[in-house]
């Protein structure tokens, strides 16, 4: 079985007790964007909005991001 990068953004968010929508105003994305961002169905994410993303949740990416 291939090995794959999960996205745990949801349960960061939980953890920081934020919305999807409010971390989409922070960082200056759609809300869809962080939807699609939650549930794995992109192919890819800019280093810059990663940033964003921490900076905000106050975390590491590897707080968001598992690979197994």
């Known amino acids: ?3 794959k990068i999960l ?3 949801d349960i960061m968010l939980a953890k ?3 919305r999807s929508k409010e971390l989409a105003t922070h ?3 759609t809300e869809q964007n962080i ?3 939650k549930s794995g169905k992109v192919k890819g994410i800019r280093f810059e ?3 964003k993303i921490c900076d905000v ?3 590491q990416p590897k707080d968001i991001l ?3």
């Open 57 to 59: 949740l106050e975390c």
């Open 66 to 68: 598992e690979y197994k």
């Open 1 to 3: 079985m291939a090995k």
């Open 49 to 51: 909005t990663l940033a």
């Open 27 to 29: 960082i200056n994305i």
């Open 7 to 9: 996205i745990t953004l």
């Open 35 to 37: 939807s699609l961002l």
């Open 16 to 18: 920081r007790k934020m």
